[in-house]
T-cell receptor, first 114, second 116 residues
Framework: AQSVTQPDIHITVSEGASLELRCNYS??????LFWYVQSPGQGLQLLLK??????LVQGIKGFEAEFKRSQSSFNLRKPSVHWSDAAEYFCAVALYNQGGKLIFGQGTELSVKP | DAMVIQNPRYQVTQFGKPVTLSCSQTLNHNVMYWYQQKSSQAPKLLFH???????NEADTPDNFQSRRPNTSFCFLDIRSPGLGDAAMYLC???????????????FGPGTRLTVL
C-alpha cells in the first residue's frame, strides 16, 4: 500500500542553524513527491515538488529537497532557518492512477529558537 | 491573482444541523478536491471531481456529500454533523492528473468547522 512516513513529529532548531526534515515513501511506481508547509489555522502552501529529472529540487523560501530512489526518501533541507519558518511541514505522494490523490505523511512540526 | 477561495473561513454549527462549505477557483482547473484535516493530523481526501465526474473515497461517510455546479465552484455538504466532524476542511484544485501524469494541487485557506 502507498504510504508516506515522516519519522520526526516535532523538531526544534535554533535560528540560523541548518534544517533537515525526513520523509520516506512507499510507492510501486515512479513517485510524484511534494512538500507543503502549513502555518496554524491556514491552508497548505507548496514548497517544492519532484516529478522527474534532477533529483535535487529547489523550492521557495530557500528550501530544497533531494529525491533518493534507492532510499525511498525525499528529505527537505534549508541551510539557515529563520524564525518565520516555524510551521507544520507535510510530505506527500500523488497517486496519478487515483485522480492525483495526495497521501500525506503525518507532518513534522518545526519550532525555531531565538 | 488566480487562486482558491473558501468561504466561510470559520463555521459554527449545531449537532445534527446541515452545513454547507464553499470553494471557488479562478485557476480553471479540471479537478477539485475536498480534504478533511482533524487537529494535529494530516489531511485526508474525502472525494474529488474530475470535471463533473464525482469520485468518492471508499471510507468517506455517507454524511458527506458534494456538488460541483460548474468549473469554478464546488460545495461540501455535511447532512448531519456530529462532534467528530469538527475539523479543518481544505479545498484543492489541479489540472488533469490522468494519463499517467499529475500536476500540483493548490490549496485554499481552509474552513474551520466547529460543531456544538
Amino acid at each position: 500500500a502507498q504510504s508516506v512516513t515522516q519519522p520526526d513529529i516535532h523538531i526544534t532548531v535554533s535560528e540560523g542553524a541548518s534544517l533537515e526534515l525526513r520523509c520516506n515513501y512507499s510507492y510501486g511506481a515512479t513517485p510524484y513527491l511534494f512538500w507543503y508547509v502549513q502555518s496554524p489555522g491556514q491552508g497548505l502552501q507548496l514548497l517544492l515538488k519532484y516529478f522527474s529529472g534532477d533529483t535535487l529540487v529547489q523550492g521557495i523560501k530557500g528550501f530544497e529537497a533531494e529525491f533518493k530512489r534507492s532510499q525511498s526518501s525525499f528529505n527537505l533541507r534549508k541551510p539557515s532557518v529563520h524564525w518565520s519558518d516555524a510551521a507544520e511541514y507535510f510530505c506527500a505522494v500523488a497517486l496519478y492512477n487515483q485522480g492525483g490523490k495526495l497521501i500525506f505523511g503525518q507532518g513534522t512540526e518545526l519550532s525555531v529558537k531565538p | 491573482d488566480a487562486m482558491v477561495i473558501q468561504n466561510p473561513r470559520y463555521q459554527v454549527t449545531q449537532f445534527g444541523k446541515p452545513v454547507t462549505l464553499s470553494c471557488s477557483q479562478t485557476l480553471n482547473h479540471n479537478v477539485m478536491y475536498w480534504y478533511q484535516q482533524k487537529s494535529s493530523q494530516a489531511p485526508k481526501l474525502l472525494f474529488h471531481y474530475y470535471d463533473k465526474d464525482f469520485n468518492n473515497e471508499a471510507d468517506t461517510p455517507d454524511n458527506f456529500q458534494s456538488r460541483r455546479p460548474n468549473t469554478s465552484f464546488c460545495f461540501l455538504d455535511i447532512r448531519s454533523p456530529g462532534l467528530g466532524d469538527a475539523a479543518m476542511y481544505l479545498c484543492a484544485t489541479s489540472r488533469d492528473p490522468r494519463g499517467g501524469s499529475t500536476d500540483t494541487q493548490y490549496f485554499g485557506p481552509g474552513t474551520r468547522l466547529t460543531v456544538l
